[in-house]
């Protein structure tokens, strides 16, 4: 039992750096940085595991990995339009932890995560997600009510950051709910921690009855090192159907190098390329904003080298819309 409950990702997640004096230590970055992220992680708590910084260049205060994780003072700043519930969640949740907008399909917030990433729509926690102990019946008796429902979310938080014994009673539970027909998960787990895919895990998701299908988050070519392409290919060639969605972000991948990089890195792997969004407009994140006229010419870039195939749709979630919308 020690051994399940405690394994080498679960000691990860709680040895991950929350200082971000100890991040600027050890990549040897100048301590004013961390100095003055405090503001900012007040806000949103500062969290990056270490396999993560693994692979974050030293004495590079713009590298694009840092850039996603480390505070800024930029994210204090008013910035027009950029709100805390951008994406009105609160007014689609259906149950607690339940968020349907979309036809056919709906979100189950479930699970914390590994890392924070500072542009996240979700940094302002508007819809809480379900921790492992918490009471999911509510939401899975609002799933069964409804027979519209094919495909149900495991998305965050971290779906991933649950221990596989709760995550294998969460997908029973769903399996047993005759219209389900797929399974998503939702997550960046395999990115920050590549040790959390174990041998167990996908014998949890590749036993249900239910389809999984994992979307996992890349957003540079620089996070596809380490043990991370391992993690991923053993994912693949379980047979899991594996896809990526990136955030658009300045500083991160605004560039058709670094785009055509990221998606031919995908693609290597055998991940698909599905989504490339454009970034919500949350508060605390207007410093990564691309527009969208840029992003369609970096989209068009991505096309002139990369088969179909390897080249994500560019789309903007609208609240009100029953799906995301293209952009190009
Ligand atoms: C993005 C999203 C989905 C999934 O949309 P797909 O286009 O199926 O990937 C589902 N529900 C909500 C609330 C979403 O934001
Ligand atoms: S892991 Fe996902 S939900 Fe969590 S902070 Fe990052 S983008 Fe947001």
Redesign the pocket.
Known sequence: MVATSHPKWHRAIADAIRDPHELTDLLGLPPTLALESQQAANAFPFLVPRTFVERIRPGKPDDPLLRQVLPRPEETACANGFDTDP?HERQ?LRAPGL????PG???LLTGACAMHCRYCFRRHATAPSLAATADWQPALDAIARDPSLREI?LSGGDPLSLADESLAEMIARLAAIPHLRRLRIHTRLPVAIPERVTDGLIECLASSRLTPIVVVQVNHAHELTAACPDALRKLVRSGIPVLNQSVLLRGVNDSPSALIALCEGLADLGVLPY?LHQLDPVAGAAHFHVPVGEGKRLVAETRNHLPGYAVPRYVQ?TPGQA??TALA
């Not at 968020?99 to 979309?102: D, M, N, R, W």
């Open positions: 994406l689609a968020l349907q907008k979309y399909r709906a979100l979310i989504y979630e799906g995301k």
